[in-house]
């Protein structure tokens, strides 16, 4: 029997078995590579998380460590081996973040293969209640956006202004780190996350994860201030341009290269260079990626031949970057519905601001 194993502390885990436990592992069968079968499926956790996981776990055949021996004087990584061997493992999968230790031990005693998870497929097309959550914190992000916008007239440092948005996501129940607001030249480095007084504009990337579900959102806009070089803001106009002509032409069965394309066609049409040509300035970065229990997950919107399916959630942000001018960005998270998209960051491109 073909199986896959995999550890507790990332998303696939906490997708497929509902709760993170902390030193857990979750064994299933294959009927290939990719597709996941139906003759195991089993959670192992430490004993203490025993009766929690009965109760919250989607996976109902729970098993504690001292189930599988690990008291009888046993590593737990011999323990762990003779169960799978016990219930039928001819080879075993495991992902590519799977603990060396263990990796290790296993493949010294049955074949064993690295590949990438049958669950990170899974998790590319979200259910309605998965929309509806990466909705809420999406919202999030364009509420503290706004937040932000009124922080300007008595706030003219990006750390103040990061710090101040943060608190107020945690006090939301989002957990955001490292958001992005940054000024000046500097902001060419599309993830700086920006230091010092607020200059001629400013890229706001906000995307926090709930506390409460851990969905994320993602989303971008950049300030421009009315002193600005005209350079900045042609630069914002393009990424709107292409950012909106991205969504119009997205639906299913679209590939993932068609958007991108597209994109790299308007902002070179401009002028500007794209990775397309192998530039260190201009737009130096893939279209999307997908949104969900992480903030960067596939499907990847570049130069590739995925297929974009209905149900797939992903973000179409465009930049130019130039490291004697900066930098300017422009990003929505949207769902890809039956013939086009639903944008779930509704908000102006060009944010106005009052006297500033």
């Known amino acids: 029997m073909l199986v896959f194993i995999q550890h507790s502390g990332n998303a696939n885990f906490l997708y497929s078995v509902g709760v993170d436990f902390e030193g857990a592992y979750h064994i299933f069968s294959l009927k290939n590579e990719e597709e996941i ?21 989607k996976v109902r055949n729970v098993v504690t460590y001292s189930e599988i021996g690990y008291e009888s004087g046993k590593s737990f990584e011999e323990c762990l081996l003779n169960y799978t061997l016990n219930k039928g493992a001819k080879k075993v999968l495991i992902p590519e973040d799977f603990p060396a230790k263990l990796a290790i031990f296993f493949k010294s005693n049955i074949d064993v293969s690295v590949v990438k998870s049958p669950i990170s497929k899974l998790r590319m097309i979200k259910s309605k209640w998965e929309v509806e959550m990466i909705r809420e914190s999406c919202l999030a992000c364009v509420k503290a956006f706004k937040f932000l916008t009124k922080l300007l007239r008595r706030k003219r440092r990006c750390e103040e202004l990061r710090e101040l948005v943060e608190l107020k996501l945690f006090s939301w ?24 007084e607020i200059e001629e504009h400013l890229v706001v990337d906000i995307f926090p994860k709930s506390r409460r579900h851990g969905y994320f959102g993602d989303f971008t806009r950049t300030i421009i201030f009315s002193d600005a070089k005209d350079e900045l803001k042609d630069m914002l106009r393009v990424c709107v341009e292409a950012k909106n002509y991205a969504e119009k032409i997205a639906k299913p069965g679209i590939m993932a290269k068609e958007i991108h394309d597209a994109v790299c066609d308007i902002i070179e049409s401009y002028g500007y260079s794209t990775l397309r040509k192998k530039c260190s300035e201009g737009f130096i970065h893939s279209t999307g990626h997908g949104v969900g229990l992480e903030v960067h ?21 465009p930049g130019i970057y130039l490291k004697k001018v900066g930098g300017v960005r422009v990003e929505d998270t949207v769902v890809l519905r039956k013939n086009n998209v639903e944008i779930l960051t509704p908000c102006e491109d060009f944010p106005k601001l009052e006297g500033i």
């Open 173 to 196: 129940g989002y957990l955001a780190e490292n958001t992005i607001i940054a000024s000046g030249v500097r902001s060419y480095e599309p993830h700086w996350i920006g230091y010092g």
């Open 37 to 57: 079968g139906n003759k195991l499926n089993v959670l192992i956790v430490p004993d203490m998380e025993g009766e929690r996981a009965k109760k919250e776990s």
């Open 297 to 317: 997950e596939e499907p990847r919107i570049f130069n590739n031949e995925d297929i974009l399916k209905e149900g797939m959630v992903f973000t179409i942000e």
